[in-house]
């Protein structure tokens, strides 16, 4: 889609104004990206980041989950405690302390037997009787002393210091607010970042204490599947915009794309030992003793026939909501594993003589 978008804008696309009734270029916010969910918002904004496309995404599905917060948020935890492998990897591996795969196996393979920590206090602590002269470890020692002492004077700090100091000497020493600039999507990723030094003040600022107790809160929210809006950012107003089919309800763009239409619609109301319906009530599966066997009761069948059709006209709906937003160029985005089993499908349909699909075909090829 973003290279589709490229092309567009590079081949210096018109598209017609209805207010001055005349043609004029298109322009990023012309254009719209629909979408049944929102699972690809951070692939999205990734991507188009990746070739400096403007992008504003409703809804962004999840402030934590993007890579500068998990990052932050890795280093948080050693600093609370550092025996912790997989925090510990993250940030190794991160801009902030820059190992590779490499030297990750290496340090791990100094020492295989304990913590990933112990392991890099052991290489420390053994470099200059067992690996000083060696080309690989005398390149790794200088970054492994360089982030234990780092790691040392923030634990320092977060012992004596509020937590909002913390992070805010972790930028500056670290370099990270700077560094993320430099990424595709830097102002959001900076105001990303910025937005994590608020909320650890504010935190603070409504009674709560310390650096171990704002990582508890945060895995918490985690773990109840809650988060924070992302930051917004002073961003342009001629993006591509980003948006769910319910969150597209009434809106209409010259250009849309409609991602990921090789999705199946959802049928999860037919499925279960248990269909329950508003008109036909409730559907249960036999238990037959003789046999030890579950089958299918006649109240349930009824009811999961109902309901496929209930669900299937839904999903219609929304199908046509999404495709009734381009007012003058749709773009129907999806993959598939095999282009000659889609394409016999497509023919299938394609003999049917009717502009409306019969509701067999509808229903089998949902």
Known sequence: MAQKINDLMTNNTEIWDRRAQAMRPLAYQDIAIIAPTKANN???????????????????????????IQIMMSLLQLIDNPYQDIPLAAVLRSPIVGLNENELAFLRITDKTDDYFSAL???????????????????????????????????????KQPL??????????????????????????????????ERAADYERNGFKGLFQFVRFIERMQNNDQDLAEAAAQTTDNAVQVMTIHGSKGLEYPIVF????????????????????NQLGIGIDDFQPES??????????????????ESLAEEMRKLYVALTRAEQQLYVVGACKQQADLLKTWQAAA???QLVLNPSLREKNA
């Open 258 to 277: 409609l991602l990921d239409t090789s999705r199946n619609f959802n049928m999860q109301d037919t499925t279960g030992r248990a269909l329950l319906n």
């Open 351 to 353: 003999q049917d003589d």
């Open 121 to 159: 206090q052991h290489f420390m602590l053994t470099y200059e009787e067992d690996y000083a002269g060696q080309a690989y470890a005398d390149s790794l020692q200088p970054k492994v002393a360089h982030f234990l002492d780092q790691l040392t004077a923030f634990q320092s700090i977060a012992r």
């Open 292 to 309: 030890r066997m579950v089958v299918e009761s006649i109240p349930k069948a009824v009811i999961k026939v109902t309901t496929k059709q």
């Open 42 to 68: 951070l692939e999205i904004q990734d991507q188009f980041g990746r070739l400096n496309i403007p992008v504003q995404i409703n809804d962004a599905q999840s402030y934590f989950k993007t890579t500068e």
């Open 164 to 197: 909002a100091t913390l992070i805010w000497q972790i930028y500056q020493q670290t370099g990270f607010l700077d560094y993320v600039a430099g990424m595709p999507a830097g102002a959001q990723r900076q105001a990303n970042l910025h937005a994590l030094y």
